[in-house]
């Protein structure tokens, strides 16, 4: 069953009692927060204030209060990271993502999927940090079956944020060529678009209203290469890609057709944690179920 | 979808699934705004997390300080290709590989723009070589046949950017007119054992001709692990570094 026959399936369900419902629906709130971050490259301190191009942007201090300002007027807010967390700074080598992954956690983040230069201490160096994230990792395209990190990964994960189901799957990139094979070891790395559509399959078969895709695949590529746009393009259902891993600033988040017409959002936040991505769905509850009843009078 | 959905009793099966579940109302993405907040000096710390990254910083401060060994004078990458930095990069390279994996390194080469600091004299910091080495370059063994070798020669001889060890150069008008590995001169009947990092033998600085070059060893020794671990070898051994340019590359 595709969404737009289960919407409508369900919509027309709920004509049959429209009062309760919308007595219902008026008690929640139908706005959705989304903060994101991507390739934040264990930049923990902003950048020095040396003239050069990123000279005293970032800074996860700072991150951290601006989290802090938005919980306070969004009480539906998702956070997530893309990957590429670990790498970049000399607080990755001494710690080998401690700081990181603690920091992300007193923000409360709610999931994040792998770059592969989360990999950069093998599966190893990933199990010795895991324990200091209290958020999941989303991983849907990596299988960990044959490695130390077998179930320690989420294939997807759904949120109820103010009675918004929002499900989430996390799409890696290929790890052969761009980490060394002893990094990763055991981990296969599984067709992005097919794993992507029995996703969203998925996470629809279990009534989630909003599909958020975590992809480390990048922006996008001139060659054949799996990216964002591309997968946007070819599998339907997704709402929203939080992309990473080729440090793109997009000014604002780009709209794919995808197969059957729909518009999947692609957005990336740049690198470095120099920015963070914001996307404010509304959910209008009460119209729909108006048009529902439009429709199952029409069936009448 | 065609149903037919005069049958009360299959509307009030899907009423029912609806009342159910009522977290799974169907909800369709409506309106959305985005916008991207940068993260600059007009946003204050939050102070709790101040707080929780000092002694992390204090502590990394601290490695970074540490002295790890002494240099007799500043090495840097002044000099026409070769320079007494890059010999010296090349030279420690050469010296690990073989520890490490105890096998014969003929040449080892550095691209002198991966070198993004001197090295300076007196104590050398671990901050130093994480200045002077801040990427994630791996060292690659690969399987050099002679004409690998003259490609290598003809390339320095060109862009003139590399630290070679173990291979003698020299060229006339820009035109390579000898090359010699470890003082002989090239044997067809044998391969060489090139030690490199991943950049360039990935193509990197317009290396191209090494991408299809047999490897023999990928490793996940890192280029700065390397410097790290040569330089603390040499302190260890009552050694000061030193290196200089001695006439490994000539062009005349």
Redesign the interface.
Known sequence: MNRRTFIQKSLIGAGAITLPLSGYAAKRSSKLCVLHTNDMHSRIEPFPDDGSAFANLGGMARRAALIQEIRRQEPNLLLLDAGDIFQGTPYFNLYGGELEFKLMSQMRYDAATLGNHDFDNGLDGLEEQLPHASFPFICSNYDFSETNLKDRFLPYKVFDKGGIKVGVFGIGIELEGLVPAVSYGATRYLDPVEVADEMVKTLLSINCQMVICLSHLGYSYKSQKIDDQKLAAKVDGIDLIIGGHTHTFLEAPTRVTTPSGGITLVNQAGRSGVRMGRLDFEFDRNKKIKKANAESLAIK | ?K?N??FPIL?????????S?????????????????????R????????A??VP??E??EK??NTVIGESKKELNTKGTSESNLGNLVADLQQKFVERKLSTKVDISVINNGGLRNVIPSGPITV?NI?ELSPF?N?IYLLEMHVEDIIRLANYTIEKKNLGIAGMYLEAENNELVQVRINGKPLDQNRTYVLAINDYLANGGDYMDFLIEVKRLE???FLLREMLLEEIAQLTEKGQKVDASIEGRQIYR
């Open positions: 979808m149903r959905f005069g509307a009030f099966l899907s009423a029912l699934l609806w009342i579940a009522p977290g799974c109302a169907p909800l369709q993405l409506g309106t959305h705004q985005s916008t991207y907040l940068e993260i600059n000096e946003l204050p710390d939050d102070q709790a997390t101040r929780f990254i992390y910083k502590a990394l490695e970074m901050g994480y994630e791996f990928k490793t996940n």
